[in-house]
């Protein structure tokens, strides 16, 4: 173990770290650009074969940016598609970024750290750093964006150079080093642990912006709102946005077990939609519609009305059937496809009912601030559910791309062990742990040590 990992895993002091040389290389989770092909023409893509942990070089800081010691990372959706290379290499994203010159040249690599979510400990800090200090307990946003870009001013999430961090761009927060833009820092709620901390930041993002932010679905009192996935990363997390809004929370899930975790999120009306004929993807057409129709009357059965929110981040495999069962005037709210991108849906239901649908990619440093503002006043619960070591990367992302997982999956990069981070206990114990962890579920695994 290098002296200044070993000093921030201690506690060292802000003055101690920064005496304390950087390391010329650090321990990362990366994919290398001589595996992209390796799964053409394979049925299943096993991210364990493709994603590594070994050392990397530590890359030069810019003016704008702070070099973090990541204590907690998380999985994402995204590290699944960078593991598996599609929809396409995320290389071609590295070599566009370089294009530009400058310190954007170091993300043009042979190899590429991924990881979209990060809590940490500033180890360092750019000329031009103003805002932050070495030594700041901090959580990391992945929007990266042009603070030079006019339209960044207005929402950096309009800004034609916005990237997603770890994903279109190097050194992501799966380390026990990152690089990030002073832009990107959040401060960590001082009752979470580092494990949760890092959980937060994407997922809780989105779903703020897709639900409650001013370029999503604004829910008011009241509105029923339909979740796909609702105790996955983004569908837990909106599960309480809807509720801390006066609204009203329809989960769907595909099991037994996750719909009573569901239930212990609060949610108003839960679904396993297996009960109702929705076990996969829908052919689109007829059997959409009929699918549609099933879950309509199960939510009116229950409420008395139709949704008028829909929130959806699966895709293809629901898309068809969130624009049928939103009310006349409603919205369907996306960030993504994880099921696939290419969607169909009769747009009969859609035109000929006034309904709404809106494209929501990622969240801007405000959004993300308001989030764990939430966060931080316990109005919202992480929704951590298990936590591996930065060793068995490949095993907490299998999980994520076979959908066996609920919640957040964490990954610890130099915390020991879990549990530690927290420096406001008296908050802690005034929340209780049962309101912190409402999805996690006993692991028997233990962390590596870090060296």
């Known amino acids: 173990m290098d002296a200044l990992t070993e000093a921030v895993v201690r506690g060292a002091s802000a003055e101690e770290l920064e005496r304390i040389p950087v390391p010329a290389d650090f321990v990362a989770a990366h994919i290398r650009q001589e595996d992209v092909g390796i799964f053409d023409g394979v049925a299943d893509a096993d991210v364990r074969r493709s994603l590594r942990v070994g050392r990397v070089p530590m890359p030069a800081l810019a003016p704008d940016e702070v070099l973090v010691a990541v204590m907690a990372s998380s999985i994402n959706y995204n590290t699944v598609w960078s593991a598996t290379f599609k929809p396409v290499s995320t290389f071609g994203a590295l070599k566009r970024f370089a294009r530009g010159g400058g310190y954007a040249a170091r993300h043009d690599q042979p190899f590429q750290v991924v990881g979209s979510d990060a809590a940490g400990v500033i180890v360092r800090v750019g000329a031009g750093v103003r805002r932050w200090r070495t030594g700041d307990h901090v959580a990391v946003n992945a929007a990266v964006v042009d603070d030079q870009d006019p339209v960044t001013q207005h929402d950096g999430m309009l800004g034609v150079d916005q990237k997603a961090w770890g994903y279109e761009t190097n050194f992501g927060g799966l380390a026990h080093y990152t690089v990030v833009r002073a832009s990107q820092l959040l401060a960590k709620p001082g009752h979470l642990t580092w494990e949760e901390a890092a959980c937060v930041p994407l997922c809780g993002g989105t779903a703020y912006r897709m639900l409650v932010g001013d370029r999503g679905a604004r829910i008011k009192q009241g509105d029923i709102v339909l ?28 099991s037994p077990e996750k719909a009573e975790l569901l239930r212990r999120l609060g949610c108003d009306v839960v679904i396993d939609r297996t009960e109702i004929g929705i076990g996969g993807p829908v052919a689109p057409g007829a059997d959409t519609v009929a699918a549609a129709k099933r879950l309509g009357r199960v939510i009116r059965a229950e409420l008395g009305e139709d949704p008028h929110v829909v929130f959806d981040h699966v895709g293809r495999a629901t898309f068809g059937i969130s624009v049928i069962v939103a009310r006349r005037g409603g919205t369907v709210v ?37 989030m764990m503002r939430l966060v931080g006043r316990g109005a919202v619960a992480p929704v951590l559910s298990e936590v591996f070591p930065l060793a068995e990367v490949g095993e907490a992302a299998r999980l994520v791309q076979t959908n066996r997982h609920t919640g957040k999956v964490g990954v610890l990069a130099l915390a020991p062990s879990p549990g530690l981070g927290v420096t406001d206990p008296g908050t802690r114990a005034a929340l209780g742990e049962e309101r912190l962890s409402p999805l996690r579920v006993p692991s028997p695994r233990q962390p590596v040590a870090v060296g």
């Open 227 to 254: 979740i796909w996935g609702a105790t996955g990363g983004l569908g837990a997390f909106a599960v309480q946005l809807v509720k801390n809004g006066g609204g009203i929370a329809v989960g769907v899930v595909n």
């Open 334 to 370: 996306t960030c993504g496809s994880s099921t696939g991108y290419e969607h169909s849906f009769d747009n009969r239901y859609f035109w000929m009912n006034l309904k709404r649908i809106v494209g929501s990619h990622g969240m801007n440093l405000n959004e993300a601030s308001e």
